[in-house]
């Protein structure tokens, strides 16, 4: 899974984000009902449709209307697709040799001038390409141009360079404050409830370092992380893959494939890739240093690349706990325990014989593929009991009626799709069963 990249700063992981907001199809989230393996959500596609929605117009997303896969929507993309960049268009000429459908992805990058409620005109996407290594202008939305502003308008205090160490609680197992650290100093700070929104990794660590919400056995379980496999190409014409918006062209045709012999599926985009990163999966994949990593490098404006996004199941062998070894605050750190299964290893066979077949098709030479896992997602599942579930549909814990939980690491399956989108909608309808429990409490 490479160097942890989970983001540490205000706006979190979407700082350094593609902005790939596909949503999850309806079957992503009924594995367990359709294939016999994997985990079911307690929701339906119908009980995120509208937040998907909500995301999808607040942020502004540019993508095409109609889209070809999946149920018809009420309402299209706030703005168009962004321009194709040169990956993108050879990946659409090998696919449709192909008879595979591809189509501009919808991109949490703006397409034009979008008025964003608590900041005023974010400007366009300026087609750079190093969305990860953070955007120049806002145009890409991650939180700190988007809901956190937001935030702030309506009052919230954002209180950055903070990490909280400790939970307490109540005699009743209520949680009653946090204690902080905030730039060396400690700090504690009362709550009526906790929403914890560390993600995949520091969401059960604190779990497990406070004894919290542990009666169901699975926190720090069902670890997963996304198929990722990549294949690149060199091609005659110039190519420069760090040119427009990294994932530019999608294909869900390989949702369901038709000879797969695993469960679930996966989607195919095209990819542009920063010089640095590039190299060091050129060393690491294709085992070139020095000299010969150089020579390579030379193409580098020749090459382009495509690559998955699949489902992973869940597996009691892939997990979290805490390690021996201390950080820098004195607490144990996470250490993670994660092996490929055979359904993601045939998974990943399937999409890299299709993969370089597209840029066979596409006129490429040189192909070769590079092995990768995307997206630490699961260990502390929704579901609908507390025997087996950490939180409830509602993302409630079920054993401390005052946390909530809002990130990935709710997830019972990973989604054949990047997790920004349906991260953001689940959270804003957990802010909503909140909000509503809260007034029914209230009259």
Not at 411 to 420: I, Q, R, T
């Amino acid at each position: 899974m490479g160097k942890n990249n989970s983001g540490t700063g205000v706006g979190g992981s979407t700082l350094h984000y593609t902005a790939y907001t596909p949503r999850p199809l309806p079957d992503d989230l009924h594995l367990r009902r359709d294939f016999g393996k994997g985990e079911d959500w307690p929701l339906t596609y119908d009980d995120l449709a509208p937040y998907f929605e909500e995301v999808e117009q607040f942020l502004g997303i540019s993508g095409p209307t109609p889209y070809p896969w999946g149920p018809a929507r009420p309402k299209g993309y706030a703005l168009p697709p962004l321009p194709l960049n040169s990956a993108a268009q050879l990946m659409g000429r090998g696919a449709e040799k192909l008879g595979i459908l591809t189509s501009p992805a919808a991109n949490a990058a703006l397409a034009s001038r979008y008025y964003q409620e608590g900041v005023g005109w974010r400007e366009e996407c300026i087609k750079c390409g190093f969305c990860q290594a953070g955007c120049a202008n806002g145009a890409k939305a991650s939180m700190d141009v988007t809901f956190i502003p937001l935030a702030v308008k309506y009052g919230a205090d954002i209180r950055p360079n903070s990490f909280v160490t400790e939970i307490e609680r109540h005699a009743d197992g209520n949680i009653s404050a946090v204690i902080y650290k905030q730039n060396g100093q400690t700090h504690r700070l009362a709550c009526n409830h906790l929403f914890l929104c560390g993600g995949s990794v520091e969401t059960p660590r604190l779990l497990l370092l406070n004894q919290l919400a542990l009666t169901s056995g699975q926190v720090g379980r069902n670890l997963m992380a996304h198929p990722g496999v990549q294949v690149w190409g060199t091609f005659a014409d110039e190519v420069r893959p760090t040119k427009g918006i990294p994932g530019g062209l999608i294909s869900q045709d390989t949702h369901r494939p038709k000879d797969a012999d695993f469960a679930g599926g996966y989607l195919l985009q095209s990819i542009g890739v920063m010089p640095v990163t590039f190299a060091g999966q050129v060393a690491r994949g294709r085992k070139l240093w020095g000299q010969a990593l150089r020579d390579y490098m030379r193409q580098f404006n020749h090459i382009a690349g495509i690559n998955i996004l699949g489902d992973c199941l869940p597996h009691a062998d892939n997990y979290l706990e805490l390690s021996e070894e201390q950080d820098a605050r004195q607490l144990p750190k996470p250490r993670l325990h994660f092996t490929a299964q055979e359904n993601e290893l045939r998974m990943n066979a399937h999409a890299e014989k299709t993969m370089r077949a597209i840029w066979e098709a596409a006129g490429a030479t040189d192909i070769w593929a590079f092995g990768r896992y995307a997206h630490v997602i699961g260990t502390a599942r929704m579901g609908l009991s507390g025997d087996d579930a950490v939180v409830d549909r509602d993302g409630r814990a079920f054993d401390v009626p005052n946390l909530y939980i809002c990130d990935n690491s709710v997830f019972p399956s990973a989604l054949s799709v990047n997790p920004a989108l349906t991260i953001m909608a689940l959270s804003l309808r957990t802010a909503d069963k909140f909000l509503e429990r809260q007034k029914r409490r209230d009259q």
